[in-house]
Structure formats: structure tokens, C-alpha cells
């Protein structure tokens, strides 16, 4: 059985660690935490007073898809993808099914990794005042949406409160030392290319996507948080694609666009969400789902593809 009502909120009987914008995270033990994904949304660093439905469930198992998919190339925190079937949470196992993963404790690094393969975001605004790109020069004549000469690693701040900020090479450097930052340079390019190529067979264009990494007790670098999903990229149907005209976006960007147009001044509260924004926000999820994962969509998904 399974839990097709929103999920905005958990209490386990484990030691709450986190309530995240849309996490729950959970301590089992000295070296494993239980992450459940909820159908929260968040914008502009505001949660919404509406979930998205099945949204919990396809950022856990996108996430999963695509840690298995890469882990050859960088290891990372997942330890067990369904702990609904342990019996240490059956009690749980409605509330926990599809939307939960069982990881290895690690401590993040204070950045957050962000690769940019077209121009979209803050790098728009940022080209349209400069027309540069993280102090990259940039030809002129581009447009919101154009593919980037190469693409290009722009680190941020991790803020637990507030904007997250943009940070130099050097100032990377300053934060967790050179050898590490070139590390995670090179490993966050390599996943933005390999996930890029991926999404084009499948349909998608991967304009940009957010990597955080973490420390193991041992020593070991991990890919840690949520991995490729809607939350963390902008995501295009590749069909719809044309520089300079709006793209058809797979993820969040959607609800973000539809705030802009509102005229919220991006503090709490959030405003209401429309019935039909949420709905055709769960269907842009589970569309993304359907296309990265070559598998039968989730329960929660049996309507939702575009």
C-alpha cells in the first residue's frame, strides 16, 4: 500500500537532524541518516503554502537513478534506496515508499556546485548587465536560453538562511583548499557533461544543475543531497528548443515564473498556488521522470505525463 496524499511533513522516531525546505533528514545511527523527500515546494528560498503531489517521490527516485548511474564515476551517500522493506521501519513503509533513502553521514563542504550549460537564471541577469558570466567574457547578440561556448563551473555560498552568493576560483580556494576545490571543479564538469549528453538521447536539454558534495568520516569525497531532479536543474524539452524564445521547462522554473508574474516581493508568506499551477507542476515532474528513467513511472505519476 501507498500514501497518494501530499506529504508536508514527517515525525519518525529517530532524532530529527534537519527540516530542510523539502527534506526531513533523520539519524539511525553514527553513520547513517534516513532522507525523506517531501512534497514540499520551495521558491525563492520560501517554502509554499501547497505541495506538489508525488514530488517527494520523484526527487527520491530520480536521485536514486541517477547515483547508481554515476557512481562509477564519483561515490556517493547512498547506502540503501528502499528502506520501507528493512524491518526497522515497516510501521512506516506507507509513509516512507519511494520517497526515502538511507545515506552515509557526511559533512558537506560549504558550497554549492552549479555547472551552466546555457545562458538561464541569475547567469541571464548577470549577462544582460555585464555580458559575462562568472567574470567570463561572453559574446554579444546572445539570448535567454543560448548554449554557452563551454560550460562553465560557478560555485556559490551555502547559506542556511538568505540568497546563497557566487564565488571566485580563489575564494573557492580560500573555503576548502585548492586541492579540493580543482577536485570538485573537475567532477562537477565531467557529471554536467555525461548527465547533458544522457538528457539529449532522452529528449531533454540540461541547461544547468546544482552538485553538493561531502566528506566521509574516511576521508572519501561523496556526492551527497539530491542528484539531476527538477528541484536542482532546469530541465527543456529539447523538441520545443529555440534560442531566444522561452523554454518548455521540466522543473520548478515553472512556478518560479508564474510568482514573477505576481509581483511578490520573494519574502514569507509565499502566495497561493492556483489548482492548475500545481497540477501542471506535478505533471512537468513526472514528465521528466518519464523521460530520464527507463522504467515504469511512479504510482503517483499514472496520470501525470505532458
Known sequence: ????????????????????????????????????????????????????????????????????????????????????????????????????????????????????????????????????????????????GSPLPEPLFTPTTKAHSGHDEPISPSELEQLVGKELADRVRELSLRLYTEASAYCGRRGLILADTKLEFGIAPDGTLLLIDELLTPDSSRFWLLEHYEAGLPPTDMDKQFVRDYLEQLGWDKRPPAPELPPEIVEQTRQRYCEAFRRLVPQPLPWCCSDGAL
Open 1 to 144: 500500500m501507498v500514501s497518494s496524499t501530499p506529504i508536508t511533513t514527517t515525525e519518525l522516531p529517530f532524532p530529527l537532524v534537519r527540516r530542510g525546505k523539502v527534506r526531513d533528514l533523520y539519524a539511525l545511527d553514527a553513520e547513517r541518516l534516513l532522507m525523506v523527500a517531501t512534497d514540499r515546494l520551495s521558491a525563492f528560498d520560501v517554502v509554499l503554502p501547497q505541495p506538489i503531489p508525488c514530488k517527494g517521490v520523484i526527487l527520491t527516485q530520480l536521485s536514486r537513478f541517477w547515483f547508481e548511474r554515476t557512481q562509477m564515476l564519483l561515490p556517493n551517500h547512498l547506502l540503501h534506496a528502499e528502506p520501507e522493506s528493512l524491518p526497522e521501519f515497516q510501521l512506516f513503509a506507507t509513509l516512507l515508499r519511494g520517497r526515502a533513502l538511507i545515506v552515509r553521514r557526511a559533512t558537506p563542504l560549504p558550497v554549492e556546485c552549479i555547472v551552466r550549460g546555457y545562458l538561464a537564471g541569475s547567469a541571464w541577469k548577470e549577462y544582460q548587465q555585464t555580458r559575462s558570466v562568472a567574470g567570463l567574457r561572453l559574446p554579444t547578440g546572445l539570448h535567454y
